[in-house]
């Protein structure tokens, strides 16, 4: 794609962002916002993040986070005060900011085939590989070496590909590992829910990076602007390509100007 100052839907869309009365800014977490580390509780944001998001939230901006995170386990990580609205879980859970809490109750079935998930990787894997969350068990490989990726790989399709025929479930990779997951939770229908809830000239954007953004990416195709945020570029649906952080940290004050405030 061409640098981020000639793309002519990051333009128009600027241009519709300065005079539209209502905005809604869209963000993933991990690999957006924050650079991946194999420490994910150490996976705190750009230094440069917290700031631009508090003056886009003061600026009148709703100001979503989506993420395969735990919503409370977001909020804290990062670094943003007051906190904005958050939906964790891939939009299992919705953290609102006045603190209200709400998830969607999952079925027994599909509650049993997560535990059982677990409980056959309890002794297959390191524990700080598996991570245990509403709506999904995940299994993360990053920092590992290439052959003991593929070791780990091979232990939890062997582990999880019987449970698929068993319980309705979802088996999807993600960059840096593999979750099962509730069909039907994604991050494009927390998007589509959010576009529900708002008004039809609101201007919109969703910045994502993973694979796990494409559904969010889809849902918000025509309706607003959608950004891949990677150092490196990879076939995606979205709209432009920011690289993190100083093309990233270049939309932000861009959003904050449009509104009329100072970056």
Not at 197 to 204: H, K, M
């Amino acid at each position: 794609m061409e640098a981020l100052e000639r793309q002519s839907a990051y333009q128009a869309f600027l241009e519709r962002l300065s005079f539209t009365a209502e905005r809604v800014l869209m963000l993933d977490y991990d690999g957006t916002l924050a650079p991946f580390r194999a420490d994910r509780e150490g996976a705190f944001p750009y230094p440069e993040i917290p700031e631009h998001l508090a003056r886009i939230m003061a600026c009148g901006t709703r100001l979503v986070l989506i993420s395969g995170r735990p919503a409370r386990e977001l909020m804290l990580l990062s670094g943003v005060h007051p906190h904005p609205e958050i939906w964790g879980s891939h939009g299992l859970e919705r953290l609102s900011r006045d603190g209200t809490y709400q998830a969607a109750t999952l079925p027994h079935e599909q509650v049993t085939g997560l535990q059982t998930a677990a409980e056959r990787l309890k002794d297959a894997l390191p524990e700080n590989c598996i991570e245990k969350k509403p709506g999904g068990i995940a299994v993360h490989w990053r920092g590992f070496t290439p052959k003991d990726v593929e070791m780990i790989r091979a232990k939890v399709l062997e582990q999880w590909m019987p449970l698929l025929s068993e319980y309705p479930l979802n088996l999807q990779e993600f960059d840096g590992g593999l979750e099962l997951r509730i069909p039907g939770i994604n991050k494009g229908r927390a998007v589509k829910t959010i576009l529900e809830e708002s008004d039809a000239g609101a201007a919109f954007a969703y910045l994502g990076d993973d694979l796990t953004d494409e559904d969010a990416f889809l849902v918000l195709k025509g309706k607003g602007l959608t950004a891949l945020v990677r150092p490196e570029y990879r076939s995606t649906n979205a709209d432009i390509w920011l690289r993190p952080p100083e093309q990233l940290v270049q939309f932000l004050d861009e959003w904050v100007r449009a509104c009329g405030g100072q970056a």
